[in-house]
């Protein structure tokens, strides 16, 4: 009997024990659930959560936050006065729901009980008996709650997701008391924030990635900021990654002591396809080679992850050793060409590739016309462009938001990565998010999708390709690597390395050929015939038209 009761009232919850209610300027799904510890969970999609530990009963209250709605919060944000007022509005609307779901959550249970128990037992004396053990059952358990309430559990939440820095925002709950006006302000920054996020959601084009979409997660340039696996982990969790792509820079000296810092990779859960960046030492490759899930590229390796073939290159400078001479773009230019070369043999292999990755865009540049998609990094700040033979060259900016050098910088430098949705069977580009989120000290949270040429023109073959279009965004960080400046890797950060501006349309009228023989020992790579007049090294690169 306890087994039928309990099974029907928890079907009865399922179906039908849900309420949704405004609360303040969100819209919000209130539920009850079956739970060993109680407590209440806010679930702030795709933000996070936040868990408080209010009671201690054999139920919990869920609420989703489904959406900020505009017309609430925009008249929020305009009249911060209203926020005085946000408080006993805010306990109305719970006060309101949760009384219509204390009432909706009887009537669920008692009626889930009594069915289960009718059509186990077919007697209808042995079903209301059923249905008066389950109103006992939640009577008890609502006595339980109302017992151990806690309304100091307020004061120790538990936060989750990109919440998690929800104290260093607003403080904590003793501080808000203290300084309410202080947490006045913060709170509509945080409301406009928040709205602004809800707002490009809700504005993005109608391209609607089906359940068959392979996602993949590109990130670039962490630079040893531990709060990125956070990020990457409430990404890949949020948006069902298949995949995660890390052209480089993961770490900022490649010293063995920095090594550790790689470990939360192999919780991630999904694959982890990474090439060597410039500040990325022979230590750190050939630790992350020994790591679970992480796919190391170089010297034109392909991989096979979640159904797409990526070939990448590891970058062939390292810059924080002083002992050596920086070789500068003629290498970078040479280990793309080789990797192109890489590619060419992987397609008469039978085995096309559909990625190809590096951490310089000098180097993926080079492997135009042999893959639809290059992804690179290095020059922390965004740019998207189709070169001369059709393959789309995304650069991502730094998803460790310069790391700690970024304090070297005048304003901090934003977080950013970027979702892509590809075609399970043509591996095709069908669209892209570009997530950015505010550095060190910043709050702000934006997405931005984007569609390609030939899918917001479905007659149009190709994007651009007589006059290939660049889209860059430098934001406010100046587009420019925080190794720059008076470091002695200036000359290979941020394109400063002596070569050309990262973006400038190559001038190629032939396919790359294969490589050339080696040269002799001890002859340096040949520049590109074609290459730009070099700039003067430790000058940012200029913005590209």
């Known amino acids: 009997m306890v087994s039928v009761v309990l099974l029907g009232a928890w079907l009865g919850l399922l179906i039908v ?18 739970s060993l510890t109680g407590g209440t969970k806010i679930n702030v999609s795709p933000l996070g959560a936040l868990e408080l530990e209010t ?31 946000l408080q006993s509005e805010v306990g109305r609307d719970v006060r309101t729901g949760t009384t219509e779901l204390a009432v909706r959550s009887v009537v669920a249970v008692v009626s889930g009980a009594t069915a289960l128990g009718l059509a186990v037992y077919r007697r209808p004396r042995r079903a209301l008996a059923a249905g008066g053990l389950a109103f006992s059952l939640l009577g008890a358990s609502a006595v339980g709650a109302y ?14 997701g990109l919440l998690s820095s929800a104290p260093q925002v607003v403080g904590n709950a003793r501080s808000i008391v203290s300084d309410f006006d202080v947490y006045q302000k913060e709170l509509a920054r945080l409301v ?28 670039s340039d962490i630079h040893l900021n531990p709060a990125s696996w956070h990020i990457i982990g409430s990404l890949v969790e949020q948006y069902g990654i298949d995949a995660v792509i890390d052209s480089g820079d ?45 796919h190391v590229l170089d010297h034109g390796r392909a991989v096979s992850v979640a159904g797409i073939r990526i070939a990448g290159t590891g970058d062939p400078q390292f810059t924080p050793d002083r002992s050596k001479e920086v070789p500068g773009d003629p290498a970078e230019r040479m280990a793309g060409i080789r990797l192109a070369s890489a590619i060419r043999d992987q ?17 993926a540049r080079e492997v135009d016309g042999t893959v639809p998609l290059a992804l690179a990094g290095h ?43 590809l075609d399970r069977t043509t591996k095709r580009l069908q669209a892209w998010d570009e997530i950015t989120l505010g550095g060190l000290g910043l709050t702000t949270a934006e997405v931005a999708r984007h569609l390609p040429e030939e899918a917001r023109n479905p007659d149009t073959e190709t994007e651009e390709n007589t006059a290939p279009g660049t889209s860059t965004d430098t934001g406010t960080d100046a587009g420019t690597d925080p190794g720059t400046g008076t470091d002695a890797d200036a000359a290979t950060d941020a394109g400063a390395n002596g070569g050309t501006v990262p973006g400038a349309p190559g001038t190629r009228t032939t396919p790359p050929a294969d490589p050339p023989a080696d040269p002799p020992p001890g002859t340096p790579p040949p520049a590109s015939p074609t290459s730009p007049p070099p700039e003067s090294p430790g000058e940012p690169p200029e913005p590209t038209p």
């Open 250 to 294: 993961t770490m900022d000296h490649g010293s063995s002591a920095e090594n550790t810092f790689l470990d939360p990779i192999a919780d991630l859960d999904v694959p982890y396809v990474w090439v060597r960046g410039n500040h990325d030492s022979a230590l750190t490759q050939e630790y992350l080679e020994r790591t679970r899930n992480v």
């Open 17 to 34: 024990g849900s309420v949704r209610t405004p609360v303040g300027p969100m819209d919000t799904r209130m539920t009850l659930r079956p």
């Open 192 to 219: 406009t924030n928040v709205t602004k996020l809800y707002d490009a959601t809700s504005t993005l084009p109608t391209f609607q990635p089906d359940p068959a979409t392979l996602r993949v997660l590109h990130v």
């Open 347 to 363: 397609e008469r292999a039978g085995t096309p590739v559909d990625i190809a990755v590096a951490h310089n865009p000098l180097a």
């Open 379 to 421: 020059v922390h700040h965004r740019e998207t462009e189709v070169l001369p033979f059709g393959t789309r060259l995304k650069i991502e900016g730094s998803t460790g938001g310069g790391g700690l050098r970024a304090l070297q910088n005048k304003k901090p430098e934003k977080v950013r990565a970027s979702v892509l949705y």
């Open 55 to 85: 009671h201690t009963a054999p139920i919990r209250l869920d609420v989703d936050v489904d959406q900020l709605d505009p017309v609430r919060s925009t008249a929020l944000v305009q009249h911060p006065e209203r926020l005085s007022g």
């Open 147 to 160: 017992a151990t309430w806690n309304p100091e559990s307020v004061l120790e939440p538990k936060f989750s």
